[in-house]
């Protein structure tokens, strides 16, 4: 909690990277959540490319701490068989709020067919789903323009508001079309004023934080919309309040 | 505990900031004014300033760009430096002007030289023999070099400047070699880290710096104040390192 506002972190994994110092220990996590008065993460593990494994990860790592985590379900259209029944599973029976996507481990665009019937449930469901995007080929932000005017009940979330520049402008630019788009903070370039940028062009209703945790830790992040010149309205919009309206109904969160 | 409005509670000395406008677009800073408000609105109050110009395309004519923006107390100027005879005795005659506290190494590696003893032995004798610390961007330069060159040199303190968690598994041993290193933080989040590395080779050998303006002044200062650091601990890394580093009051 910052100044009574609910903090709730947009974007954050369950699952180990070693070779970056990326480690799930929800000691660790919990810590560093309770200093930058972080009350909910959300959570995800996009490292198993069936989904199924990662969810069950995910899950087993939320049910310790409930009050304090949330899970997306991830799936992979690498693996389109089990997608669908996977996305049921993930949200009926082991409660998750949310879709989590990660394009680069594939070589489909993700506004490409092969991600559509992901799409359809999430519009069925009135389901957000955050992407990683940046400036590749397949992650590219200007693909949320090809899919949210298509699915209206579904929410789409830009993760790392495309990371680098020529990106930004693009996830920007779709956030300005469509009511369903939004953009999520998390990046390790800290350029000065993009959080700025985002709040004045986009509207602070549709920023969403998110940290990365823990392959960042979550504190400089969260420094980034302290210390932007923002207005305070807008600072508990993007530290909480568009993500409690974006995942309604979920009893962990409300 | 947070609030929606951070400043610091000790004073604060910024190891890393650049000035200049670079080739890809003009600094949101443009003059010495418009740093000092950037500066006092994250509660900074003083500097470590390079210029743009010494990073890929002259130290010589950079350290000349920077004359302008220094003033008489904010700005600690920091020359970036390279081995030649004419980069060498650029900082060699601002030394006898008393108007050396560190250096910053220019990335030679591009135009095929590495970080080696043969390379580099007249200007780290000199750093040896001054005491004056070296900044060394831990971004373009290869550790093993890094490693095997100062180990050479034990006199010679560095600042590795830039450290990301793409670095996470290079930062401790460095650190462990390398006694008369210190870390700069602008970029570096692995989570708990800074309290980690605080507890195990102590906070003397942290230095804040931003990396302004490729970074925001703000987070990383944030993060320091939400850490387990003492407030002894933290006033030395928000500034109290970098003085005693640059034999500065």
């Known amino acids: 909690m910052i100044d009574g506002c609910r903090v709730i972190d947009f974007h954050g994994h369950v699952g180990r990277w070693d070779r970056y110092g990326m480690k799930d220990d929800p000691g660790l996590m919990l810590r560093a959540m309770d200093a930058a008065g972080i009350d909910v993460s959300c959570l995800f593990t996009i490292f198993h490319p069936d989904g199924t494994t990662g969810n069950d990860l995910s899950a087993g790592f939320i049910a310790r701490h409930p009050d304090r985590f949330v899970g997306f379900a991830y799936v992979s259209p690498m693996m389109p068989e089990r ?41 069925a469901r009135g389901l957000a789903v955050i992407f990683h995007t940046d400036q590749y080929p397949t992650n590219r932000p200007r693909f949320l323009e090809d899919i949210a005017p298509l699915y209206p009940r579904a929410n789409f979330v830009a993760g790392h508001s495309g990371n680098v520049e020529e990106a930004r402008v693009e996830a920007i630019a779709a956030a300005r079309k469509y009511p369903n788009v939004y953009l999520e903070t998390c990046s390790t370039y800290r350029t000065p004023g993009v959080i700025e940028q985002l709040v004045n062009e ?20 969260i420094g980034k919309i302290v210390t932007a010149r923002i207005s305070d309205e807008a600072k508990r919009l993007v530290l909480g309040a568009n993500a409690a309206r974006l995942l309604r109904g979920v009893e962990r969160t409300s | 505990m947070s609030t929606l409005h951070f400043a610091p509670r000790v004073p604060v000395i910024d190891a890393n900031v650049c000035v200049g406008d670079a080739h890809t677009g003009p600094s949101p800073c443009r003059n010495r004014q418009q740093l000092f408000d950037e500066m006092d609105f994250h509660g900074i109050e003083r500097a470590v300033v390079y210029h743009i110009q010494t990073e890929e395309i002259s130290p010589v004519d950079g350290n000349h760009q920077l004359e302008d923006w220094l003033d008489d107390d904010r700005l600690i100027p920091q020359w970036s430096v390279l ?44 750093l040896s023999d001054t005491g004056i610390p070296l900044w060394i961007p831990l971004t373009e330069n290869d550790p093993t070099e890094l490693v095997t060159t100062l180990r050479e040199f034990p006199g010679v303190r560095v600042v590795f400047v830039g450290a990301h ?64 650091l003492t407030d002894e601990e933290l006033a030395d890394v928000c500034a109290g390192n970098v003085r005693k580093l640059l034999g500065i009051g």
């Open chain 1, 83 to 123: 997608m669908i029944a996977e996305l049921e599973r993930a949200i009926d029976t082991l409660r998750f709020v949310a879709i989590k996507l990660y394009p680069p481990y594939t070589p489909r665009p993700f506004h490409a067919a092969p991600w559509h019937p992901i799409y359809e449930f999430a519009d």
């Open chain 1, 202 to 221: 986009a509207g602070a209703d549709r920023v969403l934080f998110g940290s990365d945790i823990p392959l960042m830790d979550p504190r400089p992040q």
């Open chain 2, 83 to 126: 081995p030649t005879d004419d980069s060498i005795e650029q900082i060699q005659r601002l030394y006898r002007e008393k108007r050396v506290s560190s250096l910053r190494l220019h990335h030679t590696r591009p135009a095929g030289l590495p970080f080696c003893t043969w390379g580099y032995d007249v200007l780290l004798d000199w």
């Open chain 2, 165 to 228: 968690y793409t670095h996470a598994l290079l930062v401790r041993p460095l650190l462990k070699t390398l006694p008369d290193a210190f870390l700069e933080l602008s970029r570096y989040e692995p989570i708990g880290e800074i309290e980690a590395l605080a507890a195990r080779f102590g906070a003397h050998r942290l230095i804040y710096g931003s990396w302004y303006p490729r970074y925001a002044m703000g987070p990383m200062l944030f993060y320091l104040h939400h850490t387990r």
